[in-house]
């Protein structure tokens, strides 16, 4: 069981900064794929990033070039590192983990909020 614990959302204006914190419970955190994911007001959850256990990562197209996942395996952490914040990019974010890559995400967080103002 993996228990992950969102942070670091907030208000922040057009062209601002955040970083997403995710911290998780476990001893075999270097092992999962971490990802994060959105939901808009009214919208399904969207796929935002993702780092893979051994290497790699991935965005989704509206958000490469201002994103950056990373992950300390030493500290059982992911962030999100957010760039140019859009109002577009408000949202709940989520964090997620898994072990069985491309078939489920098998934990999330609880969410955090992230207000883009115009």
């Known amino acids: 069981q993996v228990q992950l614990v969102e942070s670091g959302g907030g208000l922040v204006q057009a062209g601002g900064s955040l970083r997403l914190s995710c911290a998780a419970s476990g001893r075999t955190f270097s092992r999962y794929d971490m990802g994060w994911f959105r939901q808009a007001p009214g919208k399904e959850r969207e796929f935002v990033a993702v780092i893979r256990s051994i290497i790699g990562t991935d965005y989704a197209d509206s958000v490469k070039g201002r994103f950056t996942i990373s992950r300390d395996d030493a500290r059982n952490t992911v962030y999100l590192q957010m760039n140019s914040l859009k109002p577009e990019d408000t949202a709940v974010y989520y964090c997620?983990?898994?072990?069985?890559?491309?078939?489920?995400?098998?934990?999330w967080g609880q969410g955090t909020q992230v207000t883009v103002s115009s």
């Open positions: 997620a983990a898994t072990l069985r890559r491309g078939v489920k995400w098998d934990y």
